[in-house]
């Protein structure tokens, strides 16, 4: 099978329950790896997640797909990845990406694979009831926990790009206490950062921008809050967010603020004067 560009689908590793395929680009540079979501259906000739993007700029990325929404608990994970990490050219920059689902297998396996980056959208830190309890959106379709408490590669750059003002900080809390982040907002996304991100146009400038070593994480930030009006998801979510006369306050007040701090290019650093009850925690 050939993916767009045509270049040749690999198959690297199979399973019932896994399939890892690789999608060679053109001349050296960075390879992603990357983890698919969880799904509704999954088609047994679906592509990777990111496979068209990166087949398109002739990026060398490798996908891993599964069985289901089994949060990648499987026995031969291990061996695939091994297998996966063999094929990589020796001193190639090694970038892990993933969403939601997704981005908890980037983390949680990126001990075996020792990326230098880490890109993950709304990951979710576990999945075992007795470390998230508070956490009832989801569950793995499997008892079986095998990974869940791999630790992060502690050495990569990882990028996290979630929503704030929703369940998923909750998440990023716990992340924070086992690997350094860098934090990036989709303010009023929910949990759907992948589709907020890519429908203001910046997902371009991200993970090329990471690839190549020119990523500025606060002139980014700033340019996502500035387009937020146009992205449906903000337009959309910001309204039930703010029913009732202190949440309307509340947000609109942190709006506000946010407006002042990217204008003046501030990004992601601390500044004075935000009231510390103003700031929602996932409500």
């Avoid at 970038?95 to 908890?104: E, P, T, V």
């Avoid at 930030?221 to 910001?238: P, V």
């Avoid at 009732?244 to 004067?273: C, M, N, S, T």
Wanted: aromatic content about 12%; hydrophobic content about 40%.
């Amino acid at each position: 099978m050939r993916a767009e560009g045509g270049a040749v689908r690999q198959a690297l590793f199979q399973s019932d329950n896994l399939e890892v395929v690789k999608v060679p680009g053109r001349g050296e540079g960075p390879v992603f790896v990357t983890f698919e979501p969880m799904l509704e259906a999954r088609a047994p000739d679906r592509r990777g997640f990111g496979e068209a993007f990166f087949a398109k700029r002739g990026i060398t990325a490798y996908h891993v797909l599964c069985r289901g929404n089994d949060w990648y608990h499987y026995p031969e994970m291990q061996q695939a990845l091994a297998a996966l990490r063999a094929d990589i050219a020796p001193g190639a920059r090694v970038i892990l990406y993933g969403s939601s689902m997704g981005g908890y297998a980037a983390l949680r396996f990126s001990g075996w694979l020792a990326p230098d980056t880490i890109i993950a959208f709304a990951p979710q830190a576990s999945v075992d009831p007795a470390r998230a309890g508070w956490e009832k959106r989801w569950a793995p379709q499997t008892p079986a926990l095998c990974w869940d408490r791999l630790a992060p590669h502690r050495q990569a750059t990882c990028y996290v790009v979630y929503d704030p003002f929703n369940m998923d900080c909750r998440h990023v809390a716990l992340l924070r206490r086992e690997v350094t982040l860098v934090p990036l907002h989709s303010h009023f996304s929910d949990h759907h950062v992948t589709e907020y991100v890519l429908e203001s146009g910046l997902l371009e400038s991200l993970l090329l921008g990471i690839a190549q070593g020119t990523f500025d994480a606060c002139a980014w930030q700033a340019e996502l809050w500035r387009r937020r009006a146009g992205i449906s998801y903000y337009r959309a979510l910001r309204p039930r967010k703010c029913r009732g006369l202190l949440r309307r306050w509340r947000y609109g007040l942190i709006e506000r603020w946010l407006d002042l701090r990217y204008r003046r290019g501030a990004g992601d650093r601390p500044q004075p004067g935000v009231p510390a009850g103003a700031v929602p925690r996932g409500d």
